[in-house]
């Protein structure tokens, strides 16, 4: 499968952004999702799974109460609505694909990665 994530931008404290991931190739429903990021100088890092129906999320605590991740599987996308945005947010936002039937966090469980959005967020 290919991912394709896009939405990222430069927003002030506070403020909002919503990425999108885009799947094209095998049965995108046979997969669950995850977000992750990176920010300079630090290890990726899990941000949100949601899994193949949509029906079950998961957050890192960094995030819960902030983010939300959903998905439709008919246009084959998932999303990460981010609200309440820190400067400490910032980072290289990532879309993956893993065919895992539990809560995935850990960037091993994954098969497929998209190329990255940048989130940039000013004090």
């Known amino acids: 499968v290919q991912l394709q994530a896009s939405g990222g931008g430069l927003v002030q404290a506070g403020g909002s952004l919503r990425l999108s991931c885009a799947a094209s190739g095998r049965t995108f429903s046979d997969y669950a999702m995850g977000w992750f990021r990176q920010a300079p100088g630090k290890e990726r890092e899990f941000v949100a799974f949601?899994?193949?129906?949509?029906?079950?999320?998961n957050y890192a605590d960094s995030v819960k109460g902030r983010f939300t991740t959903s998905r439709d599987n008919a246009r084959k996308r998932v999303y990460l609505q981010m609200n309440s945005l820190k400067p400490e947010d910032t980072a290289v936002y990532y879309c993956?694909?893993?065919?895992?039937?539990?809560?995935?966090?850990?960037?091993?469980?994954?098969?497929?990665w998209g190329q990255g959005t940048q989130v940039t967020v000013s004090s």
């Open positions: 949601v899994n193949w129906s949509g029906g079950t999320t």
């Open positions: 993956a694909a893993g065919q895992v039937r539990y809560i995935a966090t850990m960037s091993t469980e994954y098969d497929y």
